[in-house]
């Protein structure tokens, strides 16, 4: 399973996670298949179980208020179905370097504009975060992050400042890359090998097999 | 406010989808001929931006905290709904697909929600205060706030409607939860919002749009709250409202017709006699004349008094 490409794991994860999300409702089989097939892909992708149970946790707070009104049965199912989609996901996640998403926003079937869109917003995230971080330090520097009044004009201020310096460097690198021949468009992603193909064909055979059949055999 | 996997049912998925790529669509069409490849940059920091400012959080009560949501923010800034749109849906997949922070199936009604339903709210509100005001540039913050703060509360409310439509929860049990705690968080958002435009009219006012001509700026603001109240008010509920159904649970509900100090008005229960359910669309398109015509003519003696 790790030697197979970026593109292969994300295409994967996908199918699960919306093969998972649109099991029937209290269909308990199907969901069963997903839970036994998202342990497999926890172990496949080598996942510190540790790092992702503290992410599950926050989530099972949230998504157990908002279903335990509909009664323990139903509530359940909708709490594990919802879970089992973050594990799939969650796992991917976990096992690639963060320099890799830019690859991953590459290898999504969306329109070009909007691909492009995406990766500069990704690529300059980690930049952004560093800004912020310094913004943050100088503000506890010099006092203005106290336990006054959340109507304040400092972190409004800060936010102001952080779109400046964003439009400034974005027209610096802008400039930067028409120097340096960029077209607007991205060079010729790769695409999946035979094998590849084969193993994504199967799982989505398999995924529309148990997803559809939870619709028509309870 | 993100909707996760599991919490959108088919038919709401699929539907939500189909109406979010529709407008997302329309949304690339209009950005490539304002934006195209050369300023993809701009837009993409811009959108990193959103994505950052969203990081701050801002405490609201009993422990809670809230962050902006970005829409009324990304629409004034980029001087645009099509490319703000695009923008806060960058956002939401983004997170959907690196943070796993909102679901892939539910993806379409997060667009449709917190990103489309979001901008166009904020900006035809925005625009309409705007226009009000007479369109002048110092304006824009108080104008966003409001939209914004507005859009919040819009925005929670068609997310309980998509939970309540998928099944999830009761729509009497999730519509009130949401909106009391968005409530607060719209406040948040619209004073964030206004006081960031404030920030930048006074460090950088070249960065924000330009002054708009009034009529030409109140066009599509006027032609959507005339739709509103033309059309929509044909599907209006018959059943009663609160007081009407208090009223009627409490036995008082006759008074009005038993007495006899009841003024008659040309468009009693939003009807005009004999027209039936073209009488009910007109009704609904004079009253929104009429207060449209009343806060345009107050809206003129402020402006002219202040000039």
Redesign the interface.
């Known amino acids: 399973m790790l030697e197979f490409s970026l593109k292969l794991r994300l295409y994967l994860s ?1 199918l699960l ?2 093969g ?3 099991v029937k ?1 209290e269909n308990w089989i199907s969901l069963f298949i997903y839970i036994i097939v998202s342990i497999f892909w926890v172990v496949l992708l080598r996942v510190k179980v540790e790092k992702l149970f503290k ?1 599950l946790s926050l ?1 099972i707070l949230f ?1 157990g208020i ?2 335990l ?2 009664g323990y049965e139903r509530a359940g199912f ?1 709490l594990l ?2 879970l ?3 594990v799939f ?2 796992s991917f ?1 976990l096992s690639i370097p963060a320099h890799t ?1 830019g690859s ?1 926003i590459r290898s ?1 079937p ?2 070009a ?2 691909k ?10 980690e930049k ?2 560093i ?2 971080e310094k913004m943050n330090l100088s503000a506890q520097l010099r006092g203005l992050n106290g336990t006054t009044s ?4 400092t ?10 310096r ?2 400034e ?3 610096r ?2 400039k930067a ?2 120097l340096r021949g960029f ?3 991205f060079p010729p992603e790769k695409i999946l090998q035979t094998k590849e193909r084969i193993i994504l064909n199967a799982i989505l055979f398999l995924v529309s097999v148990i997803t559809l059949g939870s619709y028509f055999f309870d | 406010m993100h909707l996760p996997d599991g919490f959108v049912s088919v038919p709401v998925a699929l539907s939500t989808g189909i109406l979010s790529g529709g407008v997302l669509w329309v949304s690339l069409q209009k950005t490539s001929s304002t934006y195209g490849s050369r300023h993809a940059v701009v837009l993409g920091l811009t959108t990193a931006f959103i994505f950052a400012a969203q990081m701050i959080n801002f405490p609201i009560f009993g422990g809670t905290s809230g962050h902006l949501l970005g829409g009324g923010l990304a629409g004034a800034l980029l001087g645009n709904p099509w490319s703000a749109i695009l923008c806060i849906t960058t956002v939401l997949i983004i997170q959907a697909l690196l943070f796993a922070d909102g679901g892939i199936t539910a993806l379409g009604a997060n667009i449709l929600t917190m990103g489309i339903g979001s901008v166009s709210m904020a900006w035809i509100l925005s625009r309409t205060l705007l226009a009000v005001f007479g369109g002048n540039k110092k304006y824009l913050p108080i104008a966003s706030g409001i939209g914004a703060a507005i859009s919040v509360l819009g925005t929670s409310l068609a997310c309980a409607i998509i939970l309540a439509l998928s099944g999830i929860s009761e729509a009497s049990i999730i519509i009130p939860s949401m909106a009391g705690i968005h409530l607060f968080i719209g406040v948040g958002e619209g004073i964030i919002t206004g006081s960031i435009l404030a920030y930048l009219l006074k460090v950088r006012p070249d960065l924000l749009p330009g002054e708009e001509n009034t009529f030409r700026g109140i066009l599509f603001p006027v032609i959507i709250i005339f739709l509103l109240a033309g059309i929509v008010s044909l599907f209006a509920s018959a059943l009663p409202d609160g007081l009407e159904s208090v009223a009627q649970n409490l036995g008082f509900k006759n008074l009005r017709e038993n007495s006899s100090n009841v003024v008659q008005t040309p468009f009693s229960r939003y009807e005009i006699n004999g027209l039936g359910q073209i009488g009910k669309s007109m009704a609904g398109l004079l009253g929104a004349l009429v207060c449209f015509g009343i806060a345009f003519v107050i809206a003129r003696i402020v402006k002219d008094k202040n000039a």
């Open positions: 996908l996670v919306v998972t999300a649109l409702i992410i989530q998504l908002l279903v009104p509909q909708l179905r919802s089992v989609c973050l996901l969650i996640l998403f991953i999504l969306l329109p504009p909007l492009l869109n995406l990766y500069f917003s990704v690529h300059f995230l952004l975060k800004e912020i959340w109507i304040r004009y972190n409004a201020s800060m936010i102001g400042s952080l779109y400046i964003t439009l460097k974005a027209e690198v802008n890359m028409y077209s607007g468009e």
